[in-house]
């Protein structure tokens, strides 16, 4: 009984481990009157359906100019590039029978040079991340579609679609047209 839990238990982890993952991509659509930005839904050759801050939009193809499409990122987390801990392990080695000691003979900082690190180390992480945060917002375009006509051809239709969660939960053919 065990074996057969242990094993339906195995299979439920490697059934859920190659499951599908969905993508999200964000559209930039700019239409004759103005921009959407949102996560794209679903593209037809006809209209294209965004889930922007106001809700799912269905927005026809002959009001659309341009399409960006863009992968989601997530936030930039702050990151420390200066670690310093005068008490770490590392800084010390253990005497037989004894007190863990400093390796080499090295001397404890004192109070004056553990507070002038810490300073230098918190103001050049600072830096560094204030460095890098405008370089994690670029987010270049995978995808760019010009919209001339009021239909779009099928190709770039097609194209187009495999961005979609639609698309992306249901991928054949038929999902393009649903």
Same mark, same amino acid.
């Given at each position: &009984?065990?074996? &057969?839990?242990?094993?339906? +238990? ?6 859920? @481990?190659?499951? =599908? ?7 930039? +659509? ?12 679903? @593209?037809?050759?006809?209209?294209? !359906? ?6 799912? &939009?269905?927005?026809? &193809?002959? =009001? ?18 200066? /670690? ?9 080695? =253990? !005497? ?17 040079? $553990?507070?002038? /690190? ?16 405008? /370089? ?18 099928? =190709? ?21 047209? $649903?």
């Amino acid at each position: &009984m065990k074996r &057969m839990l242990l094993l339906l +238990v195995l299979l439920f982890t490697v059934a859920v @481990s190659y499951a =599908q993952s969905i993508t999200y991509y964000q559209a930039v +659509v700019k239409k004759k009157n103005g921009k959407v930005s949102g996560l794209l839904h679903k @593209s037809t050759a006809d209209f294209l !359906v965004i889930n922007s801050k106001d809700g799912l &939009m269905k927005i026809d &193809m002959d =009001q659309i100019t341009s399409i960006k499409i863009k992968v989601m990122k997530k936030g930039y987390k702050p990151e420390r590039f200066i /670690i310093y801990d005068p008490m770490d392990e590392s800084n010390f080695e =253990q !005497v037989k029978n004894g007190p863990p000691v400093r390796k080499n003979g090295e001397k404890d900082p004192s109070l004056e040079e $553990q507070a002038a /690190i810490h300073v230098f180390s918190s103001v050049f992480n600072v830096l560094a991340n204030l460095v890098l945060a405008p /370089i994690h917002a670029i987010n270049p375009s995978l995808a760019k579609y010009n919209v001339m006509y009021k239909k779009m051809d099928e =190709q770039t239709a097609r194209e187009l679609s495999y961005y979609s969660t639609i698309y992306q939960l249901k991928p054949d053919l038929n999902a393009l047209h $649903q």
